[in-house]
Each structure stands twice: as C-alpha cells, then as structure tokens.
C-alpha cells in the first residue's frame, strides 16, 4: 500500500479557483502516472486530470480548458488547479497514483470539494 497525501480542497466560491496536492511520500514506488478523479453526488467516478511520470496530461471534458495539472515527479507529487469553478464541481476528488508498469494503483481518502453559488 502506497499512501497518498492529499491537500487543499473545501469551500470555494463559484468563479474562483481551487488547488489540489497529492504526494505519494515515503514511497519507493517507480512512478508511471498520478491524477485526479471525482465523484459528484448521485454521478460516477469521472477523470479530471492525470499526467505520466513524463508529463503527457489528459484532462476530463468537463475541465478541459480551465483546468492544469503538473507532476513533480522528484517529490512524487501532482498537483492540479482548476480555474472557473462552477457548482458542478462539487464533488469528492480523489488522487489516483499507478505505477511505472501499469500493475499497481493506489487511491487516496478523498477530499471534499464544495463550490458555492
């Protein structure tokens, strides 16, 4: 089991802009991905970003466009800001990290993001 740290997160107004951190410290995993995924009330699980140890991003279609996500693959940690933000981004985001090879994947707890209107 590889724990994840997650950071950031809360209450944020509609319009404004949310930071996320996730640091797989204290881990010897080889890296091949890490990202972001989240889950609305009452809605599956959905991609909102991830990024490979050599920094290929995909984003999810309801952030595309205002939405960054950059790995520090040194401290093993990914970062993601979301610009613009909409009641629609309420949601549990949860950081997903996978190893090198594509075997392994580990969930963090999720944190809980509410965007006010």
């Known amino acids: 089991q590889v724990p994840l740290v997650e950071s950031g997160g809360g209450l944020v107004q509609a319009g404004g802009s949310l930071r996320l951190s996730c640091a797989a410290s204290g881990s010897d995993l080889n890296i091949g991905s890490m990202g972001w995924y989240r889950r609305a009330p009452g809605k599956q699980r959905e991609l909102v970003a991830s990024i490979t140890s050599d920094g290929i991003a995909a984003y999810g279609d309801t952030v595309k466009g205002r939405s960054t996500v950059y790995i520090d693959i040194s401290r093993k940690t990914v970062y993601l800001a979301i610009d613009t933000l909409e009641p629609e981004d309420t949601a549990v985001y949860y950081c997903?990290?996978?190893?090198?090879?594509?075997?392994?994947?580990?969930w963090g707890q999720g944190t809980q993001v509410t965007v006010s209107s």
């Open positions: 997903k990290c996978k190893d090198f090879y594509g075997i392994w994947e580990f």
